[in-house]
């Protein structure tokens, strides 16, 4: 969609009911302060089952500002953040969750690395509020593995929050996968990137929508997205294991001839539960690349849309391209 607004800021909300007026408060004012003419905030209900869609209203009613997209079931949030992104008209798009541990304040500064001559404006956290130990040190191994396994060096204890131009979000629109990893996604395109670096704050109001499973998923689409190395990896330690099983192989002959041993039960069902368990790790890895590849075959819309409001004229579904 062609930019004929200065500013979009897409929203992914699930169940925010809690905190949703403090965030379009706080984020109508940093447009504001941005010093853009013309500014959207595209919300974007990802199949809410709380007030969240109803507050929605209620701010749309106080400003023409607010558009909403309301989808027709819970997609998660990278398809509800690309839903939002494929419907923005902003020259430049802001992407920000609505919990408020990514503050809107942050954008005026944004907005100037973006007239001083980057394309992507992507924020670094250097303190996360409210996080446990765990969750904030797993993150940390979780990135810089990515970035050795994989070919795209995507920046460290960063997220989604990040100020892009049009020509950055009408190639990620056109990016067909259906396991989407948007900040990987925006890194692969290239340009110039430039970081800016914050403290996150805890959440405002209500629960995080990413639970351990949820990370763990998460985490696989990021790397079966951008790297084949696990594939590899399997490789190399089958040819490993079949050395080990020669040798194994050479030492039984050995004790068997020269040492007159009597063959084991337990030393039989190590060797068969340690060369079956590594069968078993390697196609599980083999069938979530062929899962991803069977899902994208399909070729389903990313994501369908119940209502939009105002309503637009371009249908209810977006197909990939």
Same mark, same amino acid.
């Given at each position: ?60 009613? /106080?400003?023409?500002? !607010?558009?909403?997209?309301? $989808?027709? %079931?819970?997609? @998660?949030? *990278? #398809?509800?953040?690309?839903? +939002? ?51 904030? /040190?797993?993150?940390? !191994?979780?990135?810089?593995? $990515?970035? %050795?396994?994989? @070919?795209? *060096? #995507?920046?460290?204890?960063? +997220? ?162």
């Amino acid at each position: 969609m062609s930019g004929n607004t200065d500013l979009s800021v897409v929203v992914p909300c699930f169940n925010e009911e809690a905190g949703l007026s403090e965030f379009h408060r706080r984020m109508a004012r940093a447009c504001k302060a941005s010093g853009v003419a013309t500014y959207e905030i595209i919300y974007v209900n990802d199949g809410s089952n709380d007030n969240s869609l109803k507050i929605m209203r209620q701010l749309q009613q /106080h400003g023409d500002c !607010v558009r909403i997209i309301d $989808l027709a %079931r819970n997609h @998660g949030h *990278q #398809i509800a953040l690309s839903a +939002g992104l494929a419907h923005s008209r902003g020259i430049c798009v802001l992407a920000i969750d609505a919990d408020l541990q990514d503050p809107p304040e942050l954008l005026p500064a944004m907005m100037q690395k973006i007239e001083e001559g980057a394309d992507v404006v992507y924020a670094r956290r250097k303190l996360r509020k409210g996080e446990s130990w765990f969750k904030i /040190h797993t993150a940390s !191994v979780f990135y810089r593995l $990515l970035g %050795r396994v994989g @070919g795209t *060096q #995507i920046p460290v204890d960063t +997220g989604d929050f990040r100020l892009m131009k049009r020509n950055i979000v009408d190639v990620l629109v056109r990016m067909p996968e259906a396991h989407r990893f948007i900040r990987g996604l925006v890194t692969w395109i290239g340009f110039t990137q430039v970081p800016i670096t914050y403290e996150r704050d805890a959440r405002f109001a209500g629960q995080t929508k990413y639970p351990f499973y949820r990370m763990l998923a998460f985490s696989l689409d990021a790397i079966t997205a951008f790297a084949t190395a696990p594939l590899r990896i399997m490789f190399l330690i089958a040819i490993l294991a079949m050395g080990m099983a020669v040798l194994m192989l050479g030492w039984t002959f050995y004790s068997f001839f020269s040492r007159n041993a009597v063959p084991g039960w337990s030393s039989v069902m190590t060797v068969f539960l340690f060369f079956t368990s590594l069968q078993l790790f390697a196609l599980a890895i083999i069938g979530e690349y062929v899962g991803r590849i069977f899902i994208e075959s399909k070729r389903r819309p990313l994501y369908v849309i119940r209502a939009m409001y105002p309503p637009e004229s371009h249908g209810w579904t977006d197909e990939k391209s």
